[in-house]
C-alpha cells in the first residue's frame, strides 16, 4: 500500500462513500479493495447481494462496511439499497462501482473532483472504446429512442451529489430493473447536470457478466430497455 499522505482525500468538511454492490466476488474483492484503500481516503460499503461465497466476510475483513442483503436482488438494487443508507446518514456524495475489477480505483479522484467542484450533479465514468461492435449498436439505438446523449450509458461507474442521492433514493427508481437508461432518465428528468469523464475500463478479473450470461438474456435486457427509452424520454412538449 502507497503512503496515507499520497491518496487523494475530499474535503473533509464533506461526507461521502464508496458503494460497491457485490455477488460472489470473493477471489477478487479482497484485492480490489486494497487498491482503492491505496488510492483514495473514502470509506468503503460493500453491498452483498445474498452471495453463496464468502464475498462478506472477506470485504469485512479488509475494513470495508458491508451491508447484507436477505434477498438476491440484482445490481442495481444492491445499488440503490447503499444509496439510500447515504441519504438516510445525508451523504454530500457517493461513487458507485462494481465489484468485479472493471473500474479502476486510481480514476475515483478524477470523478468526483467535478462533483466536489459543483461543476455537475452526477459524473457518469466514461469507456465507450470498450465496447464491441455489438455493444456500440445497442449503445446507438439506446440514444435514439431513449434521447440521452451519453456516449457510455451502461457505465456503472459513477458519482452523485446529495441532490441525485435523494433522487435515486426515491420510490421511482425502485421500479428499475438497470441501472443504465432508465436511472439516467430519472436524472435527467429531475434536471441533473451530467458530466462523462474518460476512464479506463479492462475485462472483468472474475468470469464472464452474470447479468448478460445468455443470448436470451441480452435479447430480454434490450427488449426492455429500448421499450422504457421510448417511452419515459424527454419529450420535446414537455421540456419547459
Not at 27 to 36: G, Q
Not at 37 to 66: F, I, K, M
Amino acid at each position: 500500500m502507497q503512503p496515507s499522505e499520497t491518496k487523494w482525500c475530499s474535503d473533509p468538511s464533506a461526507a461521502g462513500a464508496i458503494i460497491m454492490p457485490a455477488l460472489n466476488e470473493e477471489t477478487v474483492i479482497k484485492a480490489l479493495l486494497a487498491d482503492i484503500q491505496s488510492a483514495v481516503n473514502l470509506p468503503v460499503w460493500v453491498v452483498d447481494d445474498c452471495s453463496a461465497d464468502r464475498t462478506a466476510d472477506r470485504a469485512a475483513e479488509c475494513g470495508a462496511r458491508v451491508i447484507s442483503l436477505p434477498v438476491q436482488l440484482g445490481a442495481w438494487a444492491a445499488t440503490q439499497a447503499g444509496i439510500r443508507e447515504a441519504a438516510s446518514r445525508g451523504l454530500e456524495f457517493v461513487v458507485t462501482m462494481d465489484a468485479d475489477g472493471q473500474h479502476n480505483p486510481s480514476d475515483i479522484a478524477a470523478l468526483v473532483q467535478p462533483v466536489m467542484q459543483g461543476d455537475c450533479d452526477v459524473v457518469i465514468g466514461s469507456a465507450p472504446a470498450r465496447g464491441s461492435r455489438l455493444r456500440r449498436l445497442a449503445w446507438r439505438l439506446m440514444r435514439l429512442t431513449s434521447g440521452l446523449s451519453c456516449n457510455d450509458l451502461t457505465s456503472g461507474f459513477r458519482v452523485l451529489n446529495k441532490r441525485a442521492i435523494q433522487s435515486l433514493a426515491g420510490p421511482r427508481a425502485s421500479y428499475l430493473d438497470y441501472q443504465d437508461v432508465g436511472v439516467l432518465l430519472l436524472l435527467e428528468q429531475a434536471g441533473m447536470k451530467m458530466l462523462e469523464v474518460p476512464v479506463t475500463m479492462p475485462a472483468r478479473v472474475n468470469g464472464k457478466s452474470r447479468i448478460f450470461s445468455s443470448w436470451l438474456a441480452v435479447a430480454s435486457y434490450m427488449a426492455h430497455t429500448l421499450v422504457l427509452g421510448t417511452f419515459k424520454r424527454r419529450r420535446p412538449w414537455s421540456a419547459g
